[in-house]
């Protein structure tokens, strides 16, 4: 079993439309998660960082997190000809002495205009 | 502020030959790391170090050597480049977000793309 798992897509939906991203995780003491976009050729870009159970709102994005499944999640509203990218999902927990963040492969998004 | 800051950009190489991957963060984070990506596989841990004089290995660290020069600087050392080395390699630094407690945050150099021929 991956330790961060993702759908690799590709993901298409229309211009306007909610694009919902998931990711399961299997470290149970996994502490911190967070969602970057990855535009093809640059390098992964954090654009959303959740802590605890719930929601996490900023802008058209948000997060949402639960721990008890172990399950993380996107939703990008109205989405934008300028949102398709690859979306990876990674997790943080503190293991001898360092942050270590394990990533998955990536979601692969298309919003078609 | 740059954040994390990464030289070169492109670089190629033949097998055999040896190099040094740059990495500098202004943000004044305790944790760098390397990684490298390859098409279906994701960001693998190739080094890591955890604060200013550590360094330890991370997934994929065969072929690859670090040094942790301060607390800015981190870099990647190839010294006999092989196909198998060409990939895009990132470096990153961890510190904490301010967010809530032991929250902490990783960001990203711009990237080396690297081809051993």
């Known amino acids: 079993q991956k330790e961060v798992e993702q759908n690799s897509g590709p993901l298409s939906v229309p211009e306007g439309a909610i694009a919902s991203l998931n990711c399961t995780y299997s470290?149970?003491?996994?502490?911190?998660f967070f969602w970057y976009r990855q535009y093809s050729g640059k390098s992964p870009e954090l654009i959303m960082s959740?802590?605890?159970?719930g929601d996490k709102e900023d802008g058209r994005f948000t997060a949402q997190l639960n721990k008890a499944s172990q399950y993380v999640s996107l939703l990008i509203r109205d989405s934008q000809p300028s949102d398709s990218a690859t979306y990876l999902c990674?997790?943080?927990?503190?293991?001898?002495?360092?942050?270590?963040?394990?990533f998955g492969t990536g979601t692969k998004l298309q919003v078609i205009p | 502020n740059a954040g994390v800051t990464q030289t070169p950009k492109f670089q190629v190489l033949k097998t055999g030959q040896s190099m040094t991957l740059q990495c500098a963060q202004d943000m004044n984070h305790n944790s760098m790391y390397w990684y490298r990506q390859d098409p279906g596989m994701g960001l693998r841990l190739i080094y890591y170090?955890?604060?200013?004089?550590?360094?330890d290995k991370g997934e994929v660290p065969n072929g690859y050597n670090v040094s942790r020069l301060n607390k800015r600087e981190f870099s990647l050392r190839l010294e006999s480049a092989a196909p198998s080395q060409t990939s895009v390699y990132f470096c990153?630094?961890?510190?904490?977000?301010?967010?809530?407690?032991?929250?902490?945050?990783?960001?990203f150099g711009p990237g080396t793309r690297l081809t051993v021929t």
């Open positions: 990153a630094s961890t510190g904490s977000s301010g967010r809530a407690p032991s929250s902490y945050e990783q960001y």
């Open positions: 170090s955890a604060s200013e004089g550590t360094t």
């Open positions: 959740i802590y605890s159970n």
């Open positions: 990674a997790v943080n927990r503190v293991t001898g002495g360092y942050q270590k963040v394990t």
């Open positions: 470290d149970r003491v996994s502490q911190s």
